[in-house]
């Protein structure tokens, strides 16, 4: 398997635009979670969804941010408008219903907004 | 709020020597920790975990060690090698029993490993 595929790998955009995170979970996982990493707040869990439905979000941080997942084999993480403050390393992870604590993480994204 | 916080923040070590990672935990109803390995440009990978019923758990090369008097935890990497280098967090998850998998991370440290 290739593990949790995340793209873009790198996102540069301007305060105002809406910048889209596109995630594929690795195969036959139960579970997805969005991360958010930055160096002042650390690793942050920002929802997660369970057999593709939100079980979790609150720890999105305002209205800007929506996540979606609609089917087992995609999820995108949205903030529109961008803000300077979101600037930030975003990740997706997954994990399966047996080994539900341990999570695999993609790449990342990082996101820089001007 | 409760959270996972780390001593050090930054760790040098010979190669060939063993490392330490702590962490200090706040909130007494964690009943589950993980560490991950960061390395740069990377996501966090699992290395090892452990429950709140344990006090110590080896993996390949590597032990956790949990003592719940003090709430600490620590990472013990043997014969520390280059491909160690990286940032080491400890993640605890208050309400696994309930089915919860929320990980609240720390902060990190970063193991740098010299020649």
């Known amino acids: 398997d290739a593990g949790v595929i995340q793209s873009p790998r790198h996102e540069v955009t301007e305060m105002g635009q809406e910048v889209t995170l596109r995630c594929k979970p690795i195969?036959?996982?139960?579970?997805l979670f969005w991360y958010r990493q930055t160096m002042m707040r650390g690793l942050e869990l920002l929802i997660y969804?369970?057999?593709?439905?939100?079980?979790?979000d609150s720890g999105m941080p305002e209205d800007r941010f929506s996540a979606k997942m609609p089917n087992a084999s995609f999820s995108t993480l949205k903030i529109q408008p961008s803000e300077p403050r979101d600037s930030a390393v975003y990740f997706c992870?997954?994990?399966?219903?047996?080994?539900?604590?341990?999570?695999?993480f993609g790449p990342g994204t990082r996101l820089t907004v001007l | 709020g409760e959270s996972v916080g780390l001593h050090l923040p930054t760790l040098s070590v010979q190669e060939g020597d063993n490392s330490i990672i702590n962490c200090a935990y706040s909130?007494?109803?964690?009943?589950?920790f993980i560490w991950y390995k960061q390395e740069s440009g990377k996501g966090p990978q699992f290395i090892i975990d452990?429950?709140?019923?344990?006090d110590k758990r080896q993996g390949q090369r590597v032990t956790v060690l949990l003592n719940k008097t003090v709430k600490h935890l620590s990472l013990q990497i043997a014969a520390t090698q280059p491909g160690d280098s990286a940032v080491y967090f400890c993640?605890?998850?208050?309400?696994?029993?309930?089915?919860?998998?929320?990980?609240?991370f720390g902060k990190g440290t970063k193991l740098s490993v010299i020649p």
């Open positions: 452990i429950r709140s019923n344990m």
């Open positions: 993640a605890e998850n208050p309400h696994s029993g309930a089915g919860s998998y929320q990980l609240t």
């Open positions: 969804f369970n057999n593709n439905v939100p079980i979790d």
């Open positions: 992870a997954s994990s399966s219903r047996r080994g539900r604590n341990e999570q695999f």
């Open positions: 195969s036959g996982h139960d579970y």
């Open positions: 909130n007494s109803a964690s009943d589950y």
